[in-house]
T-cell receptor, first 115, second 118 residues
Framework: AQKVTQAQTEISVVEKEDVTLDCVYETRDTTYYLFWYKQPPSGELVFLIRRNSFDEQNEISGRYSWNFQKSTSSFNFTITASQVVDSAVYFCALIPNFGNEKLTFGTGTRLTIIP | DAMVIQNPRYQVTQFGKPVTLSCSQTLNHNVMYWYQQKSSQAPKLLFHYYDKDFNNEADTPDNFQSRRPNTSFCFLDIRSPGLGDAAMYLC?????????????????FGDGTRLSIL
């Protein structure tokens, strides 16, 4: 069984500040994928990134960056120079490479960017 | 653009009156999922189709059924909606290869259908 923990239920920061969303996971699988999704107030889930457990390189995409550390089972997400449009609920999720094709979601972190 | 389309965006039904939510995709993905999401909670998987193979979650009530007549379409039927079934229903698709070189591609979500029960 898998478990994804997002300990931060809600975060508020002032616009242009940097913010990091934490994600810690548990799995017995040796290979797996990790994901981040964004859910704005309109409700749709928007895919942000997929990370294979083999690949521990950090990734940067514009103002977004992800820090994957297998040793601590963490896959943290940082937004640099936050903007009001970043306000959303962010979900971290995991899927094993073998066994099934079901995502295990964390409980989500509600991020509010204050203008 | 290839996408996952859910209709309608908002659905209101009466207590006990059957309702059907629809999902279509142009991504040609072999797996389609239905999730239920209640306020301030993570999406909860109800069931999914791997091709025509139906996979029900153990805790999905019998009140919820699904059909996948072809690759592109998938329906969620709620036979007798109760007040507790009011939620956002999300459809998702992905391409999954269950073979030796298994690959779980990201799930792509539709905009969801928000269901209200009167």
């Amino acid at each position: 069984a898998q478990k994804v923990t997002q300990a931060q239920t809600e975060i508020s920061v002032v616009e242009k500040e940097d913010v990091t969303l934490d994600c810690v996971y548990e799995t017995r699988d040796t290979t797996y994928y990790l994901f981040w999704y964004k859910q704005p107030p309109s409700g749709e889930l928007v895919f942000l990134i997929r990370r294979n457990s083999f690949d521990e390189q950090n990734e940067i995409s514009g103002r977004y960056s992800w820090n994957f550390q297998k040793s601590t089972s963490s896959f943290n997400f940082t937004i640099t120079a936050s903007q009001v449009v970043d306000s959303a609920v962010y979900f971290c999720a995991l899927i094993p490479n073998f066994g099934n094709e079901k995502l295990t979601f964390g409980t989500g972190t509600r991020l509010t960017i204050i203008p | 653009d290839a996408m996952v389309i859910q209709n309608p965006r908002y659905q209101v039904t009466q207590f006990g009156k059957p309702v059907t939510l629809s999902c279509s995709q142009t991504l040609n993905h072999n797996v389609m999922y239905w999730y239920q999401q209640k306020s301030s909670q993570a999406p909860k998987l109800l069931f999914h189709y791997y091709d025509k193979d139906f996979n029900n979650e153990a805790d999905t009530p019998d009140n919820f059924q699904s059909r996948r007549p072809n690759t592109s379409f998938c329906f969620l039927d709620i036979r007798s909606p109760g007040l507790g079934d009011a939620a956002m229903y999300l459809c998702a698709t992905s391409r999954v290869n269950r073979g030796i070189y298994r690959s779980n591609q990201p799930q792509h979500f539709g905009d969801g259908t928000r269901l209200s029960i009167l």
